[in-house]
């Protein structure tokens, strides 16, 4: 089974931290996504990589950056985190290739910004 | 179906009967489709995909439709029990770009006991 870990389940930061939030997949996966979910909204692309050191925008890039320096590791960060960055953040990752696979996800972390 | 606002659609169904949940998907191009189960603070979990070359594919109580006419995409879920209350949500391919997928908002199921 693939496994997608993230490192925290729930964080509770201040406003102008930085922020890491780290993913682990097992199954030697190319594409790496980071996304965040609210209520309405439903998943959100951030960022996403389909090797490692590249990286693309996803649909709301702005105020996150990512690191993939391994393959199997995905790093999204929040260089001075603001209120409005409070969210349920959701890694996953897929196969690679040009053709569409299925994404599978991490637990979550639920972020809280104070 | 898909959601408006801040509320999901809400399904609700007895304990044993069938549900049925409906997506529209937006891509006429997208040749992939996945339906997600969510429960409350876990993250997404995979239940079934299908191509755009089939019609229909099962799994274990779970039958995806596709209909590329209307660009509809169904879940059908038999016996449906308690564990099976979750959001679910369907995703589709964006087409060409390293497998990124457009997701639904979503649909809340509740199983009465």
């Known amino acids: 089974d693939v496994k997608v870990t993230q490192s925290s389940r729930y964080l509770v930061k201040r406003t102008g931290e930085k922020v890491f939030l780290e993913c682990v997949q097992d199954?030697?996966?190319?594409?790496m996504f980071w996304y965040r979910q609210d209520p309405g909204l439903g998943l959100r692309l951030i960022y996403f990589s389909y090797d490692v050191k590249m990286k693309e925008k996803g649909d709301i890039p702005e105020g996150y950056s990512v690191s993939r320096e391994k393959k199997e590791r995905f790093s999204l960060i929040l260089e001075s985190a603001s209120t409005n960055q409070t969210s349920m953040y959701l890694c996953?990752?897929?196969?690679?290739?040009?053709?569409?696979?299925?994404?599978?996800f991490g637990p979550g972390t639920r972020l809280t910004v104070l | 179906g898909e959601s408006v606002g801040l509320h999901l659609p809400t399904l609700s169904v007895q304990e044993g009967d069938n549900s049925i949940i409906n997506c529209a998907y937006s891509n006429s191009a997208s040749d992939y489709f996945i339906w997600y189960k969510q429960e409350s603070g876990k993250g997404p979990q995979f239940i079934i995909d299908i191509r755009s070359n089939m019609d229909k594919r099962q799994g274990q109580r779970v039958t995806v439709l596709l209909n590329k006419t209307v660009k509809h995409l169904s879940l059908q879920i038999a016996a449906t029990q308690p564990g099976d209350s979750a959001v679910y949500f369907c995703a589709e391919n964006k087409g060409g770009s390293q497998g990124n997928l457009i997701f639904g908002k979503g649909t809340k199921l509740s199983v009465k006991p």
């Open positions: 996953a990752s897929s196969l690679g290739g040009s053709r569409a696979d299925t994404q599978y």
């Open positions: 199954m030697d996966h190319e594409n």
